[in-house]
């Protein structure tokens, strides 16, 4: 199953961020998803991590990049207002 179908477009109509941030299951989303839940390519969220300035801080585990759920709740509700520490 492709993310197209696990998530419609941003500019669908009757999207709702809060549908995809599920605090039940687990308590991170990996990059490409908050991505796409944020409305920009993987490629571009790629990017913004590497030049260390994705909006939302990015957590390593092992190989993997994943985003705090309540940080990207935060963020989209803030609408993209909510600044978030460099972490050093």
């Known amino acids: 199953m492709s993310s197209d179908e696990l998530f419609p477009s941003p500019d669908e109509e009757g999207w709702d961020h ?3 941030i599920d605090m039940g299951k687990c308590a991170t989303v990996s990059l ?25 801080p990015v957590i390593p585990i092992g190989t993997k ?4 759920k309540v940080h990207l709740k935060r963020f989209l ?12």
């Open 18 to 20: 809060m549908r995809y």
């Open 32 to 56: 490409p998803v908050a991505a796409r839940i944020m409305g920009v390519s993987r490629t571009t969220a790629w990017d913004l991590n590497r030049r260390g300035i994705f909006p939302v």
């Open 65 to 68: 990049l994943v985003v705090s």
């Open 77 to 88: 509700d803030s609408g993209g207002q909510d600044e978030f520490p460099l972490a050093s």
